[in-house]
């Protein structure tokens, strides 16, 4: 069931047309309304969530009681139940376990579900402990009753989600596209409409206007205006005045890719750039790097002492290389390593690259190439900062590929360096190492890196850690 409403006659007669708008001889009628806004639906949702949640908690504790005690004991059961509820209704709340994603999205829906569950069990077992309450119910019960709890609750989860996206259509937002004068770029998805045949002015004077952008907006969660750059202003005071999230699109500022807005000293400025990893990020970070390179150095130590040994053997010079690298900030650092090569072969810049039978290495050089023992030395730069045990790793500022500067083959080259370099990356996992000699073997790196850069986790640098066991001899290692 649908709306149309028009203007009257007499609102008609008392709009004053913009400057190059056409006048309107037909009547006008705007577009077709939901009887329903999608906030109301997902609201619907939410709503239908914590019933569902509720009814799933209560009903797993119930049969916990039978299996527990053969028979419903609502002396045991339902303290639990007025403990537990509360708590895992607010935290729920509070972490978005009702939110947009979790009316559509299964797996979001559940994994927060999940932990405000624990959560709730887990804070009624400590204040039962302080309280010295713990006698005055089963603990088994309450296990039991977790485990059921976990089960209805994906159960339940999983049937509401799946009404929630046939319901939303996959889209738990509204929008609404505006267009003055200028054509969407795109395919939106959601209300689309031209300013000048809705009679739809910026303008402050104009009541009417304004009262229509108004009811345009009703029930929507976003306005996206389309104009030109003389009419920004305009657009920018009239949405200002609506009670939802409303922006202008500046197709100019896509080039400089801003992250957000900001101010400095009372002048709006453009953030381009931010460090991927917070405070807290950044510590956690350097603790684990601390704590393997610190136990790595250790072991490495003897190993180390008897390859220099047998370098010095070899061939004169010393038994380590230093080398200018590029690192975080694309601030250059010098980086250690065990020498591989003749000492009148090194390349300070490294502008060639070591190729397969590369008649520079000496022997030993190519079995710790070989075995990446040469890169031990490293966790020197990781102990001084200069490095991290997972990261890009770290190229010489004459790198090249197919007689080109990596940054020449792909300018996002030097975004990679956004976070420290590392002894071991995401892209050696994947086999991405060794010579550079396409433009191939530079980009693959760096879309790896680049990928590292952008979903950085603890747990992830421990699954590369592990992973690099399985690369340390590879066949691209020479």
């Known amino acids: ?25 037909a009547e006008f009628a705007p577009p077709v309304l939901p009887t329903v806004s999608k906030r109301q639906q997902r609201h619907s949702i939410a709503v239908l969530l914590i019933i569902t949640d509720i009814l799933s908690i209560i009903a797993s504790f119930a049969v916990a009681s039978l299996i527990r005690l053969g028979h419903l004991d609502s002396s045991q059961f339902i303290p639990i139940l007025f403990a537990i509820t509360p708590i895992y209704v607010a935290i729920a709340l509070n972490k978005q376990g009702y939110g947009p994603d979790a009316t559509m999205d299964f797996g979001h829906s559940y994994r927060k579900s999940a932990l405000a569950f624990c959560f709730a069990c887990g804070s009624l077992l400590l204040i039962a402990f302080f309280l010295k309450a ?26 509401v989600t799946r009404i929630g996206a046939k319901w939303l259509d996959c889209e738990p937002f509204a929008c609404l596209f505006i267009h003055d004068g200028v ?9 689309v409409i031209d300013a000048r045949l809705a009679r739809l002015c910026p ?4 009541r009417d206007s ?24 305009r657009w920018a005071f009239a949405l200002k005045s609506l009670n939802i999230h409303a922006e202008i699109v500046v197709p100019e500022l896509a080039k400089l890719a801003p992250l957000a807005l900001s101010r400095h000293r009372g002048v709006t400025t453009l953030l381009l750039s931010s460090d991927p990893l917070g405070l807290s990020q950044r510590l956690t970070k350097r603790v684990f790097d601390l704590s393997i390179a610190v136990g790595a150095s250790a072991v490495a130590l003897p190993l180390l002492a008897v390859i220099a040994l047998l370098i010095k053997i070899e061939s004169k010079g010393p038994a380590f290389f230093r080398q200018e690298r590029i690192g975080i900030a694309n601030r250059t650092f010098t980086i250690w390593k065990l020498r591989s090569m003749r000492l009148e072969a090194c390349d300070a810049n490294g502008e060639t690259s070591t190729a397969r039978g590369d008649d520079r290495l000496t022997n030993i050089g190519r079995f710790i190439r070989s075995t990446s023992i040469d890169e031990l030395p490293q966790l020197w730069n990781v102990l001084r900062g200069d490095m991290s045990i997972v990261g890009p790793r770290p190229h010489a500022s004459g790198s090249r590929a197919e007689d080109l500067l990596f940054w020449d083959i792909d300018e996002r080259y030097w975004h990679r360096h956004a976070v420290q370099p590392g002894l071991t990356g995401l892209a050696q996992i994947r086999g991405y190492r060794g010579s550079t000699m396409l433009r191939e073997d530079v980009t693959n790196r760096l879309q790896a890196d680049l990928e590292y850069v952008a979903n950085w986790s603890l747990i992830g640098d421990i699954r590369i850690i592990l992973q690099t066991f399985g690369v340390l001899s590879h066949k691209n290692a020479y």
Do not use: W
Not at 183 to 191: D, M
Not at 203 to 206: C, E, H, L, Q, S
């Open 210 to 233: 304004l009262n229509r952008l108004g009811e345009y907006s009703a029930g929507m969660d976003r306005v996206v205006v389309h104009c030109q750059r003389a009419d920004r202003q």
């Open 183 to 191: 054509a969407v770029p795109y395919s939106a998805e959601g209300r």
């Open 1 to 25: 069931m649908v709306t149309r409403t028009t203007i009257k006659a007499s609102e008609k007669r008392s709009h004053r047309s913009p400057k190059g708008f056409a006048p309107q001889k």
């Open 134 to 159: 713990s006698e005055d119910f089963s603990r088994i019960l309450l296990g039991v009753g977790a485990l059921l709890g976990l089960a209805s609750l994906a159960f339940s989860r999983f049937v």
């Open 203 to 206: 303008d402050p004077a104009d």
